[in-house]
């Protein structure tokens, strides 16, 4: 049996069950706990399961302390061999309204993998902003118009925030390197104690783009350098892909609707601009460049 099936309900294009199957594939037969968004609604309605792994779903802010819970209940039952837990949340769930009970189940110790599925918005209630949500995007709680270009504000640091925990592995990925997603899962449950990894994950109706385009997008997004993949072991840096030849920034955006107005509004060329800056940012702070 498949650890993710096919047979499930994404949109043609989405990167959630990419991110998904090639996490599984890495960490092996596991128990997940799963928040509330597209990845639950597409994978597990009544009567149907992509699952081949036992999962659980709850709410939408508590995936980490369910799977904390897991991880106990299989102490007390003398379980623990019977394999590792892992959490599937979206950034909403994840950089918003679970950071509380993320932070408690990092601070505790608990020996879970947390995966964030960085769709970038609150894509399964029709794209609001959240945490990260990068500057100058629309989104229906961050539209374009007279007062503001999309959203203002940056993308919130997530990588920072599981390092301030003191993690032992915490590392980013992205939909379009499937065997890069699949070696750090299987890195990260190496090492015992709270994991993180932040998943690139492109939304194609939220994004606007087409099924066909999600994939060089995401990977646009990594050879522009706004989002870096990094890996950090024991709060070192050890590993970051480089990149030949980075792309300037207007490569990425212009190809999404969410970023068309950026290229009209009065205060659109400001915002590129600082885009820029994030991604030359993100290529020093890490020595993207070959
Ligand atoms: C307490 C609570 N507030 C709001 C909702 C409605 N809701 C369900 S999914 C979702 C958005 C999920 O966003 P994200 O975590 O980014 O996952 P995505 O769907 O984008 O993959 C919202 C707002 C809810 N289920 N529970
Ligand atoms: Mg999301």
Not at 70 to 79: D, M, P
Not at 117 to 122: F, I, K, R, T, W
Not at 192 to 219: D, E, F, M
Not at 220 to 230: D, I, R, S, W
Request: glycine fraction near 12%.
């Amino acid at each position: 049996m498949k650890l993710f099936g096919s047979g499930h309900g994404a949109c043609p294009g989405c990167g959630l069950p990419i991110a998904v199957k090639n996490v599984l594939e890495g960490v092996g037969p596991c128990f997940v706990a799963n928040s509330t968004g597209c990845l639950e609604i597409i994978s597990s309605q009544y009567g149907k399961s992509a699952w081949g792994v036992p999962y659980i779903h709850s709410v939408f802010e508590n995936a980490a302390a369910v799977a904390a819970g897991i991880e106990v209940a299989l102490k007390a039952l003398r379980r623990t061999d019977e394999g590792p837990i892992v959490v599937f949340a979206g950034d909403g769930a994840t950089a918003d309204i679970g950071i509380g009970p993320l932070s408690g189940m990092f601070d505790r110790g608990h020996n879970v993998l947390y995966v964030c599925l960085d769709n970038e918005a609150y894509q399964n209630t029709g794209n609001q902003q959240s945490g990260l949500t990068p500057s100058g995007c629309y989104t229906t709680t961050t539209p374009a118009g007279k007062i503001m270009a999309g959203k203002q504000g940056q993308k919130k640091d997530m990588v920072a925030f599981a390092l301030a925990h003191k993690l032992p592995y915490v590392a980013t990925a992205s939909v379009a390197f499937p065997r890069d997603i699949k070696r750090k899962a299987k890195r990260a449950i190496e090492f015992k104690g709270p994991k993180y990894i932040q998943i690139h994950s492109p939304c194609v109706t939220g994004w606007g783009l087409n099924g066909k385009q999600a994939i060089p997008v995401a990977r646009l997004a990594v050879e522009t350098g706004l989002y870096p993949l990094v890996e950090y072991e024991n709060g070192e840096l050890v590993r970051v892909k480089k990149v030949k030849e980075r792309k300037p920034v207007e490569e990425y955006l212009k190809q999404q609707k969410r970023f068309r107005h950026l290229f009209k509004h009065p205060k659109g060329h400001e915002v590129v601009e600082e885009l820029q800056k994030i991604a030359d940012g993100n290529a020093l702070k890490f020595g993207l460049d070959i």
